[in-house]
């Protein structure tokens, strides 16, 4: 399967504590974002890379949090300090941008993060 | 905020019936798309319309997207239980490279 993956699927810490995520994007795809859903919610933009750049960050992302994409290919999503608020599905995503057209993004399964 | 909303938030039909979706937005956008999600999982893609398209197909999917009234609708045919999930329409605004604004979804629960 060449699909959007994600790890780990699941991730339960307590307050105060480091996470961190990794999305694996279609291997072709130069665009990768990440959003962040809480229940009864549509997802919401966070981030996101072309190639190794990062292009925007939502003002939702605190200082708390810190995305890479350092070789352009994968992605990992690092939250400090974690607080209950952060308790969400976090979601990534990935497209191909071509001649200024962006197509489908793909979503992966996303991880699921339960802060105590 | 988020650009786009969905109406209605819940839609309960019957097996064979056909459940029409609806989503609005705010701003001039590149392309409009619609997702499906089941409980807890990641985001399916469904279709993508772009500004300049009308209406488009994918087998018992239909969408058709009005510029001027800056809203789109999807409709499922022929409704099956495995259909039940939420929807989300993706607005990928005029200016904004790409990422995708969604509303917070219409969920739909079709009973056999």
Not at chain 1, 58 to 68: M, N, P, T
Request: charged share 25%; aromatic share 8%; glycine share 8%.
């Amino acid at each position: 399967d060449t699909g959007v993956s994600q790890d780990p699927r699941h991730k339960i810490t307590k307050r105060g504590q480091n996470v961190t995520f990794r999305c694996d994007p279609i291997s072709e795809h130069n665009r990768l974002y990440w959003y962040r859903q809480t229940l009864g919610q549509g997802p919401e933009f966070l981030t996101y890379f072309q190639n190794e750049a990062q292009l925007e960050k939502s003002r939702l992302l605190s200082d708390r949090f810190s995305a890479e994409r350092p070789k352009g290919s994968f992605s990992t999503l690092e939250i400090q300090r974690t607080e209950q608020g952060d308790s969400a599905m976090y979601l990534c995503a990935s497209s191909l941008e071509q001649l200024a057209k962006t197509d489908t993004q793909y979503f992966g399964p996303g991880t699921r993060l339960t802060v105590l | 905020s988020q650009q786009g909303e969905e109406d209605p938030q819940a839609l309960s039909i019957q097996e064979g019936e056909n459940a029409t979706m609806n989503c609005s937005y705010k701003t001039s956008i590149n392309n409009l798309q619609w997702y499906r999600q089941n409980s807890g999982r990641g985001l399916v893609h469904l279709i993508l319309i772009r500004s300049n398209e009308r209406e488009k197909h994918s087998g018992r999917l239909r969408v058709t997207l009005d510029t001027s009234k800056k809203s789109s609708s999807l409709l499922i045919t022929a409704s099956r239980a495995a259909d039940t999930a939420s929807y989300f329409c993706a607005t990928d605004a005029f200016g904004n490279a790409g990422k995708s604004t969604f509303g917070d979804g219409t969920t739909l629960t079709v009973k056999p």
